[in-house]
């Protein structure tokens, strides 16, 4: 039997859709601000007689003693009000007069600037939030707790605007003059480093933070195994993600993070082996999920037989779509397991699916090898019409 053409460039494509499935820290889960606990933290900063438990016991900085001035004692309550009341628009424009506001000392424009923050966040301009924050930082106003939860909320609004280089400046002041050890924090750097593509800094403190966690975040984890791949140490990837699989038997998830790892590791085997178990147990819900699957049978040396099984499986459960790439995938395993009939019937399904006319081409080319000049004919017709990159292949079986 002749083989068609373009066979290996669709088992490339399906390899490399499931291995985009793989471990991949999210941008923005690596730096989501705690709004809620800072404007807790703001609303405890209000007067300088309330005194918040001291979160940075061992910061360097000397807090300044300045506190709010008695001329701006009324307009900082209302501005308090109106945060409390959630009217973002007030609180940035009584902010605003605030901190442009000649009168004003220090602390009332770095407390302003920091609810304004808030505020401006909530409204999700994240541009005018950092530019608040600035102000607070380089005002150098508040007490500890508000100054360096300023400085952490920056560090984590730079990394969500993918800003990854100025989040980790900021942050490296922050983790230095705080003397910070906290676990949420070392994974925040370790984060900003696996998305600013410095892997080989990443992987220590993410290390470190996993290990000093009571119950670590699965995104730490899943940084980490990103870091490890990055490097090319994929039996660390691995063992952490077997760990991780071991420990939560049930969760889905995991169990795909694992079967990923095995796949980057291009050991098949063992993929198949956990997402065949997830098939039976009727948790592929996904579409990617079955395209993974009969990607990696693709990959597999006999396994056309398999794929062909979880493609007409994902199909009849409604899971798989019934587009261009999965009746081609389908009709290549029919064609290299010497079923032409069916792979005939699947490439009829996909080719009119098709952006140009290859698929129309591949058709014609296995009517033909089958005696059936007319329909062949027909089908590289269609291949024409539909545009080759190569003309001369359909016209010269329109010539037969």
């Known amino acids: 039997m002749k083989a068609i053409p373009s066979a290996p460039a669709l088992i490339a494509l399906a390899i490399a859709a499931a291995l985009g499935a793989g471990i991949a820290p999210d941008a923005r889960a690596a730096a ?14 209000g007067s300088r007689g309330n005194r918040p438990q001291e979160l940075y016991p061992e910061a ?15 307009r900082l309550n209302k501005l308090g009000n109106a945060f409390e009341q959630d009217d973002n628009a007030q609180v940035r ?3 605003d007069e605030i901190i442009a506001d000649a ?44 100054h360096y939860q300023s400085m952490m909320m920056l560090a984590q609004l730079q990394g969500q605007d993918e800003a990854y280089d100025q989040a980790i400046a900021t942050l490296d002041r922050y983790l230095q003059e705080t003397r910070s050890s906290k676990p949420e924090d070392l994974a925040l750097k370790g984060q900003l480093l ?8 990443a992987i220590p403190v993410l ?44 969760d889905k998830r995991a169990q795909i993070n694992l079967a990923s790892m095995y796949m980057q590791a291009d050991q098949m085997p063992q993929a ?17 999920e079955y395209r993974n699957l009969f990607a990696l049978y693709l990959n597999t040396d006999g396994g056309e037989a398999k794929a062909i099984e979880v493609i007409n499986d994902g199909l009849q459960k409604g899971v798989l779509e019934g587009n261009h790439q999965t009746y081609l995938a389908l009709g290549q395993a029919y064609y290299f397991s010497d079923q032409v009939e069916p792979a005939i019937e ?20 296995i009517l033909a090898n089958q005696d059936r000049m007319p329909e062949a004919k027909q089908a590289a017709q269609q291949a024409l019409d539909k545009g080759l990159r190569n003309p001369d292949e359909a016209r010269r079986l329109l010539q037969r």
């Open 207 to 250: 290390k470190q933070a996993i290990e000093s966690a009571e119950s670590p975040n699965t995104a730490w984890t899943q940084a980490l195994m990103a870091a490890y791949l990055e490097t090319e140490n994929t039996t660390e990837a691995i063992g952490l993600a077997e760990q991780i699989a071991a420990a939560s038997p049930g």
């Open 93 to 95: 424009q009584m902010a």
């Open 103 to 146: 009168r004003a000392n220090s602390y009332d424009k770095a407390y302003a600037a920091q609810l304004a923050a808030n505020a401006a966040y909530n409204e999700d301009d994240l541009a005018a939030a950092q530019a608040y924050l600035t102000q607070v930082i380089e005002l150098d106003a508040l007490d500890n707790n508000g």
């Open 272 to 288: 198949i082996e956990i997402m065949e178990r997830l098939r039976a147990a009727g948790e592929l819900t996904e579409d990617r």
């Open 60 to 74: 360097t900085r000397q807090a300044p003693r300045e506190g709010a001035s008695q001329r701006m004692g009324s």
């Open 346 to 365: 699947a490439y009829q399904k996909a080719a009119p699916l098709a952006d140009n006319g290859e698929t129309y081409l591949n058709l014609a080319k």
């Open 194 to 201: 696996v998305q600013a593509e410095r892997p080989q800094e």
């Open 32 to 45: 989501q601000p705690a709004s809620a606990d800072a404007q807790c933290q703001a609303r405890e900063r």
